[in-house]
């Protein structure tokens, strides 16, 4: 009986140690704290998707479901991103998005928060990452900006496709309309990758900072 109850205090040591190495805050061990911050989060990303609507391909969205993954971990960043494309693609100002690309929007912005927990996990490793003193470092930077670049090239182009099918299977017209909008989607991948660099590192300090 001893046995048994050492082992299942030993193991829920270890669970909790693994889970404030992954997300480097014993705050984040708090069900009630996660709760509060996945809805600080979510409510964060659909406001400044709301502010920046009209705004042509101008968006702080991305960054903020990123940076929920980043924070809290695997399961919650994608959570954030779920929920918060679920409120800001189907109340959209401009109406709801159609089904298929509905359901794509659902799953990047999804994997979206999942990418800000892997670069986590792959920076916890690195000896130059010292998110409680100075992220602004050439090769952190270099990393967000191309993580932010590849994220918003890769939503363009598996976007225009699935809301194309609606009118067209035709790769073409597929074609056609990426090439109208390209203007636009440089615009977009220049503004996330910008973003990426200047303002998540700083907003990761602030946070870390704030529930280390």
Partial sequence: MKYSILTSNLKSQTDNLGHESENGSVWLKRRSFRIALLGIFTALAVVFGYMLVNLPNIELFTLMIFLSGFIMGKKDGMLVGLLSAIIFCLFNLYGASPLPLLAYQLTHYSLTGLAGALTRNYLNKKSYFKPKTDLYVPRILILFGLIGAIITFVYDILSTFFGGLIVSFAFEYFVAQY???????????????LGFIFILPGLIQLILKQID
């Fill in 179 to 193: 090439l109208i909008g390209l203007v636009y989607s440089v615009i977009h991948l220049i503004g996330n990758a």
